[in-house]
């Protein structure tokens, strides 16, 4: 995948991401505290949700984005 | 309580740190950066626990739990910023670090002063570092002496407990610099996350037979109180506005707290930094064993007076097996160590490199510099405990003034990394404004507009009058100013 492609689409999940941990996608999507997962409260599992997928998408992104090459910054 | 047990477990955890915070010292050259970016060799393990540890502090390790128990789902705000706080550090490192090694650079405000000809910016930037570090410090020292006399039974008092854990954190930190605090918040990080989620795995199970009925039981007897955006100080409802701004603001400050961004020139190479900020999250899992201890002490017949001593409130009353109160200490004494320890090298650092050096335009050799480093290292300690013990107000309000306007360098920095059309007049004129603005409303809350983050008002006046009077003035050495960028943007590792 060419590396712009894969800035964008690093932008595109930040800003989603964003959204969702704050007004508007948390408080539409999950300002609740059921159903519970795992025992956590639903916005609280939603949160932790977040972080494990930014995780994730970090590592996707860098390991692409180190095959293809380019300045990055 | 057994205080014997809780004191030799306390004793032998500083001790311990003591001997991995000495080591190092003989690798680092005599040089400033040796002493303050360990030769720009850190390698992964250690830049991780560097950032890690140093962001998790006293304050979090107490406060985080704190803000569960009295604001409920507002708590949630703190793994909202720190989940993306740290990514643009991916972009910002790597061009930081190029841009250190070429010229020299050790601290952030150098850098921002060297592009523009302007040491009065270094010297509004170490001022502010200056003011805003000190109470920060302080503060974490009261941490580790509440923490010791709670747990003793008041067998070491508040003021013997923060001299003799900072005692110990200078020794370490004179002597190895930035390599004790690197091997030191590694070891201490590793404990800190080993205790947090064994606490919190444990104790909601004691109390409430699990994690899962705890907060059942809570949603039942407190309906509402797990949600976002949850309550204020006082437990009144707290607006969405505030709760997005504050995390918005947070996240746009993260990655350029002077401390933090320091690091970018301690690190092997680009491709350290890079790893350091993807694998960050997984240090941000910490929180969660954190604020679930804090949910904990919800139901408490009980309830502690201040919500920050809701932790050690638990430990006292929870009938937890000695062994386990002398862990949670030593896990207290890491959070605060391991924030204290950065703090207070990267303020004498930034004293002597900023203040000094570049602001009054006096270069220092070598050994001189470290000297006048490890001088001003032992007089930070010194005020910073003096406020600890003889300050009676609140501290926590007293950073809340002084750490807001840290913010606010944020568009200098990444104007001075990114954008070529900056001036050094805008740059200074985007400071001044932001830090008055952003002094202005947080002191002041009833003068605001709206009901969001001092902060933002703050970033708006900075944006703006950078923006404007770059636009207006000229550059004062625009040869360098070329050289400078385009360090910044060679391709990299």
Redesign the interface.
């Given at each position: 995948m060419p590396a712009r492609v894969l800035d964008v689409l690093l932008g595109i999940y930040?800003f989603v991401?964003?959204a969702c941990?704050?007004?508007p996608g948390?408080?539409w999507f999950?300002?609740?505290?059921?159903p519970?997962v795992?025992?956590?409260?639903f916005?609280?599992a939603w949160?932790?949700g977040?972080?494990?997928a930014?995780?994730l998408a970090?590592?996707a992104y860098?390991v692409a984005r180190?095959r293809v090459g380019?300045?990055?910054? | 309580m057994n205080t014997a047990i809780v004191l030799g477990i306390a004793g032998l955890y500083l001790g311990t740190c003591l001997l991995v915070g000495m080591l190092p010292g003989r690798k680092s050259s005599d040089s400033a950066a040796g002493y303050v970016a360990g030769d720009r060799a850190l390698g992964l393990v250690v830049m991780y626990f560097i950032t890690g540890a140093t962001i998790f502090s006293a304050y979090a390790f107490l406060g985080a739990p704190g803000w569960a128990f009295s604001r409920g789902g507002a708590a949630l705000y703190m793994l909202a910023y720190g989940t993306l706080g740290f990514v643009p550090f991916y972009f910002l490192g790597p061009r930081a670090a190029r841009l250190g090694k070429r010229y020299g650079f050790v601290t952030q405000a150098e850098m921002v002063a060297h592009r523009f000809s302007r040491p009065g910016i270094a010297a509004t930037m170490a001022l502010i570092s200056v003011l805003a570090f000190v109470p920060y410090l302080a503060l974490q020292m009261q941490g580790a002496g509440i923490v010791l006399e709670a747990m003793t039974g008041g067998a070491v008092d508040e003021k013997l407990g923060a001299l003799l854990v900072y005692g110990l954190v200078l020794v370490y930190v004179l002597k190895s610099g930035v390599l004790g605090v690197g091997w030191t918040n590694t070891f201490q990080g590793v404990f800190m996350l080993a205790l947090a989620w064994g606490m919190g795995l444990y104790l909601p199970r004691v109390l409430y037979g699990g994690i899962g009925p705890m907060f059942e039981r809570i949603a039942a007897e407190r309906p509402g109180f797990l949600k976002p955006p949850g309550l204020t100080g006082g437990g009144t409802p707290w607006p969405w506005s505030e709760y997005t701004s504050s995390v918005l603001v947070s996240i746009a400050g993260f990655s350029v707290f002077p401390h933090l961004f320091m690091k970018a020139f301690s690190a092997r190479d680009e491709r350290t930094i890079r790893r350091t900020v993807v694998l960050y999250p997984s240090f941000q899992l910490f929180v969660v064993p954190i604020l679930i201890l804090g949910f904990a002490g919800v139901l408490l017949a009980n309830a502690p007076e201040r919500a920050d001593g809701i932790l050690p409130h638990l430990m006292m009353n929870a009938d937890v097996p000695p062994v386990l109160v002398g862990l949670f200490c030593a896990g207290a004494l890491a959070a605060s160590m391991s924030s204290g320890d950065a703090i207070a090298h990267a303020t004498a650092s930034i004293v002597v490199r900023d203040g000094w050096v570049t602001a009054l335009r006096r270069p220092l050799d070598a050994a001189t510099e470290r000297l006048a480093i490890r001088i001003v290292l032992v007089a930070v300690v010194a005020v910073s405990y003096g406020l600890a013990v003889l300050y009676t107000g609140s501290l926590v309000e007293l950073l809340l003034y002084a750490y807001g306007p840290i913010v606010q360098f944020a568009p200098a920095v990444y104007a001075t990394l990114f954008w070529r059309r900056a001036t050094g007049r805008g740059v200074q004129a985007g400071l001044i404004a932001g830090i008055a603005t952003n002094i202005l409303f947080a002191s002041n809350a009833d003068l605001r507009p709206f009901d969001v983050h001092a902060g933002v008002y703050g970033l708006a006046a900075n944006l703006t009058a950078l923006v404007l009077v770059s636009l207006l003035t000229s550059h004062e050495d625009e040869e360098r100013e070329r050289e400078f960028l385009a360090t910044s943007a060679e391709p990299g590792d």
């Open positions: 930040l991401c964003a941990l704050v007004w948390f408080a999950a300002a609740r505290e059921e519970f795992l025992g956590l409260p916005a609280f949160s932790v977040w972080v494990i930014t995780f970090l590592c860098h180190s380019g300045s990055r910054a | -």
